[in-house]
């Protein structure tokens, strides 16, 4: 019977090779939007990494402070912070959170091999604000202050890649000029929010009392702030409160505080915007040529009308001419999509989108097959069942 499909096809590979195309087409789109559909779907569920609820974010404008003033100022807004009753703990970030689309990049070098990771700084007390998991090692510390390199923490992704079959803890790596010792590696840490992929992540230590730490900390003025862990149900009020409190330390600066809540469904929403565009792209594409693979289906069984009555006088069956039908169009997706696979499978083999693993275009390859058959078999399902429906006598008089 299949044999038969492909011979019918094969007789009417002109008239065919339109649709064949669109199908073609249409499958290579659907693959690509749903891998990235399953990419953002994967992300979704997995952990973010570090908590955002009850935390809020202050941010300060320093204009053109000295170095020594800005120790001060910072030296009293500790004060006041640790002197705020609804303040749980805090500390200094240099970590771009929820903005998804702002990205620093570092190069870091050991044993003569550079490994590309995005660089993020933070204070001794960090890792206790954001509840980053701790996989092996320490986060920073006092201990820091007396050793003779500066302490970073990478993340399991690092670790995985520049020393996957020994031990990070106590390595040195050369960033420029510096020597740093790694001292802790962590788990999952997302930063762009719940939607985006996994990255590779270097931390390097944040603390007043190192004067090279400050003076990086301070050059930062878009990523630089301090983060706090405030007690459950405090109220919105705080914010202008501590605001007010902040200003009254130094009015030349400029204090923005604001939940790292309302930050994450911005960056939720950015994320989510390609693929909404792609989705909307590709379903308008999938309507189009469904619309055209019924018309032609619907064509070419009126032409066959002789064909399908003097098939039902010899005792086809109606079910008979319905599979017919719906088979024909199925074997020709089958050709499309046989051609299709292969320039999908490039992408893969090839590392075309790097951000995909295997996983993803797995479940993207079987979605889109799913997705294409179940599409021929609508558009073929009407037609089919209308020339099933057709009479020998009422074919054969129309010829």
Same mark, same amino acid.
């Given at each position: ?39 953002? @779907?994967?992300?979704?569920? !997995? #952990? ?36 705020? #009753? ?18 620093? %990049? ?28 701790? *996989? ?25 890649? @520049?020393? &996957? ?34 990255? !590779? ?20 003025? *878009?990523?630089?702030?301090? *983060? ?30 604001? #939940?790292?809540? /309302?930050? !994450? ?9 390609? &693929? ?56 020709? /997706?089958?050709?499309? %999509? ?5 320039? @999908?499978?490039?992408? &893969? ?42 009479? #020998? ?7």
């Amino acid at each position: 019977m299949i044999a038969h499909f492909f011979r019918v096809i094969w007789f009417r590979k002109k008239e065919n090779f339109m649709t064949s195309l669109g199908i073609f087409i249409s499958f290579i789109v659907l693959f690509l939007v749903t891998s990235f559909l399953v990419y953002t @779907a994967i992300n979704y569920f !997995k #952990p973010i990494g570090f908590e955002y609820k009850n935390v809020w974010k202050i941010t300060m404008d320093w204009k053109d402070s000295t170095q020594e003033e800005k120790l001060e100022v910072f030296r009293q807004i500790e004060n006041t912070l640790k002197s705020a #009753p609804e303040i749980e703990n805090f500390g200094y970030s240099v970590s771009y959170l929820f903005a998804p689309s702002v990205m620093s %990049m570092l190069d870091f070098e050991y044993e003569g091999l550079e490994f590309s990771t995005n660089l993020h700084s933070g204070s001794d007390d960090l890792n206790e604000v954001l509840g980053i998991k701790i *996989l092996e090692g320490r986060w920073f510390d006092e201990t820091d202050n007396a050793s003779n390199y500066q302490p970073i923490v990478i993340n399991y992704l690092v670790r995985d890649e @520049a020393f &996957p079959n020994e031990s990070a803890l106590g390595k040195i790596v050369k960033i420029g000029e510096t020597d740093y010792q790694v001292v802790g590696v962590i788990g999952e840490f997302r930063k762009g929010g719940r939607f985006t992929g996994s990255s !590779k992540l270097t931390y390097r230590r944040i603390s007043l009392e190192n004067g090279t730490e400050f003076a990086r900390f301070t050059r930062e003025a *878009l990523g630089s702030r301090i *983060l706090l862990k405030v007690k459950p149900n405090t109220s919105v009020q705080f914010e202008q409160t501590l605001t007010k409190r902040l200003e009254e330390i130094n009015r030349d600066w400029q204090f923005k505080v604001n #939940p790292l809540e /309302s930050l !994450k469904k911005s960056a939720d929403t950015q994320t989510l915007i390609l &693929p909404v565009i792609l989705a909307v792209v590709c379903g308008f594409l999938i309507i189009n040529v469904g619309l055209g693979l019924f018309g032609v289906i619907w064509y070419n069984t009126n032409r066959r009308r002789a064909e399908i009555g003097l098939r039902r006088a010899l005792g086809s069956t109606a079910n008979n001419i319905l599979s017919q039908i719906i088979g024909e169009a199925l074997v020709l /997706s089958t050709l499309a %999509m046989i051609f299709g696979s292969f320039f @999908a499978l490039q992408f &893969p083999i090839l590392g075309l989108l790097p951000m995909f693993d295997t996983k993803v275009y797995t479940i993207a390859y079987i979605i889109s097959i799913l997705v294409i058959y179940i599409l021929t078999s609508l558009c073929a399902w009407y037609p089919s069942r209308i020339a099933a429906s057709i009479e #020998p006598a009422d074919a054969l008089r129309d010829e």
